[in-house]
């Protein structure tokens, strides 16, 4: 069982900057595969980025539309990730979930524990 607290959420305009932290509890995150989701209102839940770690490798997966804008890293000693997300767009309002899995993938349904969420909202 692993239980997922996100925070660092908030209030920015556009073309500013937040840090997202995904702390875990119960399990080390190492042991798993770590995304993060977004989900705006009347929208269904999409891929944002995914880290894992094989062996001292580390492994990382974003989806197109936040390339070069947002970076996914860990810290396996406080057992947190982070997505660091840079020139934030309107767009890109919505609220941001952890989740981790010991297989992971691209889908929401590709994951087993999910934190509470925390909203995002960059105005314009």
């Known amino acids: 069982q692993v239980h997922l607290v996100e925070s660092g959420g908030g209030l920015v305009p556009a073309g500013g900057s937040l840090r997202l932290s995904c702390a875990a509890s119960g399990r080390t995150f190492s042991n798993y595969v770590v995304g993060w989701f977004r989900q705006a209102p009347g929208k269904e839940g999409e891929f944002v980025a995914q880290?894992?770690?094989?062996?001292?490798?580390?492994?990382?997966y974003y989806a197109d539309f936040v390339k070069g804008r947002f970076t996914i890293s860990g810290d396996n000693a406080k057992n947190t990730v982070y997505l660091q997300m840079n020139s934030l767009r309107p767009e890109d309002t919505a609220v941001y979930y952890c989740?981790?899995?010991?297989?992971?993938?691209?889908?929401?349904?590709?994951?087993?524990?999910w934190g509470q969420g925390t909203q995002v909202t960059v105005s314009s």
């Open positions: 880290i894992n770690w094989i062996g001292r490798n580390t492994y990382l």
């Open positions: 989740a981790a899995d010991s297989k992971g993938g691209r889908r929401p349904n590709d994951y087993a524990y």
